[in-house]
Structure formats: structure tokens, C-alpha cells
């Protein structure tokens, strides 16, 4: 079973820090907070210790992870040919949730880089994760530390839930203060690629690197630009579905309870007065920081709750909302509902894909 160190956020214990530094050291496996999510770390120049990352979490062996530096001037350990251009811009921009994805040195486990050229790469805002890359002397592959395809852990129980008997350390650094994974972005031409929307939007990348492209998932060239667009993720178990509006809210609440189905809403102070049935709040809808924060662990807690149907509110794409949105509408698939006029269809959606299931 795994080892829960307490540590605190701000000012993590030295001795603690030194134990799960020799853990990773030792090929082992540590969880730890970062300003995203929780991360799964290992050393990154271990073929063996990444691995045990891909087992612990059933995560698919051409998906790679993203490298953690606790400081810049380690970037030349994992990657080649930075132009000078980027490091300047990066000395600047870092630690933060930016992953840029790098042409990759040998050194760096093929394991973690799934086979390919490059490495995604990033420093982290948190100071458990720095003091714990600091002294373990080594950058640390860390994808998020959630079974594959579930929401990701913005606390040390989520990770318990879901890795316990499989990772050795889980330092419990509280909760994550952003809960929405990096960004993750390429350079592209004069600008940059975004291949996974995050915390640092699109304004800002426009301010900083110019011309920004959001990657599509369905590439004309059928390949994805990045190989975890591929898979399912951030989803529940049970079936959530998206609403365009409080009215879809409200439509498909009067629906799905005519069908004999418990329906719950994941939505805003401001929008849940007039809603039937179980709500789960995600914060105020005046504070959209506030909302990432809670998003994976409304979903999580609706998926362990006795409600059959999650239905979750749509959010402005602005700012956080972009990446918000981003995973909400991977979470639901194809299950949205933007005008009440579509509920009708979508609850039929759902009746057969439940019959299905019997
Ligand atoms: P996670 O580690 O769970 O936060 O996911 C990392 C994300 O970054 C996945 O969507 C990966 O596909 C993507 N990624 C990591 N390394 C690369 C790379 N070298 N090229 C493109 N995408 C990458
Ligand atoms: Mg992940």
C-alpha cells in the first residue's frame, strides 16, 4: 500500500522531501501537487521507472508524458536545438502550467517520449514539486496521477482512489491550486500550436509567442497532432451530459425524470435557484478560477453519488473557460444538449446506449 506524507504546500519539510527524492531516485514512484493537477512522477532517464508509471496507470504505451525541471537551466538535460528566441521567452514564462514540446535528447527514457523525437517539457509553479525535482537531482516524467481515461486528481485522496496499491509515495500537499491540466503547445512556423488548452490561454500565448493555432483533434491527416487527443479522457463512469443552458438544465431534469432516471446538475451558485432534483455546486459562476478548481472533483464525487445521469452547465470559452470547456466536452462525448428543443433526441441517445448496456 502506498506511503501518505503530509506535506505543507508552501514550506515542504525537508526530511520528507529527502525520503520520496530517494524513492524516485531509486526507480520508484511519488506522487506529488503541482498548480495543475497531481502528478505521477519517475525518473525520466529510466526506461524501468516510467514504466511503472504506464502500469500503475493503464496508460496506453504511445501516449508520452511531460518532463518536469525544477529550474531552466536544466532544459538542456532533456532537449536539443532550443532556439535562443524560446529560452529567452521560456526564462520568463517559467515556473507556470506551459508545457512546450521540445526535439528530445537520448538520454530521455523512450518510454516516456512513447518512441517519439521530442519531449514535452515543462517547470512547475508549486514548491512540493521543485523541492522534490531539486533533490532528487533528476527531471521527473510526470503525466497525471489518475487511472487513464478517469478525471484527473487535484487531491492527494483522488490519487489514493485510484493508485493506491500501485505507486509508492503520495506527498499530500493539499489541494491543486489550478485543478486544469498545463498547457501544452508546439512551435509552429512563426507561432505556436496548441495541443491541449490549459491554464495559460490563448490570450496569453498570443501576447508571448504570436500567432496561435488550436490543434484539431480530428486531423485531416488522421494522425492527432498529439496522441493523448486520441483517447477518451476526464470522463465518469456514469453517463454526464452537456447543457447549453439553465432552460437544457431545467428540460432535461423534467425529461429524464419521466423516464424514471435521478438526473443531477454540476453547475453554478448563480444558476441552481428553480433547478429540481440532487445539484453539486462548482463554485460561483462569478469566479471561473474557482469552477476549474472544482470541476474534477464535482465529477468524481457525482460518479461515487446515487444520481444515474451527470448534467453539466456550459461555461463562457474565455480565458480558463477555453480549457473548462475543453473537458467537459471530452467528459460528455457526444452527449450535449445546446437548445432544450435537442433534449428530446439526447434522452433517447441515452435510453439506447443504456439498453445497450443491460
Ligand atoms: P498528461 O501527462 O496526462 O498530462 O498528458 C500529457 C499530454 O501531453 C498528452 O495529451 C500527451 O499526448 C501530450 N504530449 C506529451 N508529450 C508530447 C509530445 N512529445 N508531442 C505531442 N504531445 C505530447
Ligand atoms: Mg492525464
Redesign the pocket.
Known sequence: MVKVLKVNPIRPEAERIALAARVLKSGGTVAFPTETVYGLGANCFSDSACSKIFAAKGRQPD????VHLSTIKELPMVAREVPTSLEELLKRLWPGPL?V?LPKRDEVSQVA?AG?P???VRVPAHPVALALIREAGVPVAA??ANTSTRPSPTRASHVIDDLGAKIDIVLDGGEAFFGI?ST?I?PSGSGVEV??PGPFTLDELRKHFGTTIVAESNHPSGAPP????KYLHYSPKKPLVLAGSVECIKALNAELTKRGLISEAICTSDQVQGLAGPTRLLGSGKDIYEVAKNLYSAIRDFDQGSSDIGIISAFPEEGIGFAIMNRIRRACGDRIAEHPDQVKKLCDLLDSSRRGSL
Not at 501516449?63 to 511531460?66: A, F, G, M, Q, V
Request: proline letters at 14%; glycine letters at 4%.
Open positions: 501516449n508520452p508524458l511531460i508545457s514540446v517520449s517519439l521530442t519531449v514535452a503525466p497525471s491540466e501544452v508546439r495541443l491541449r498529439s496522441p493523448g487527443m
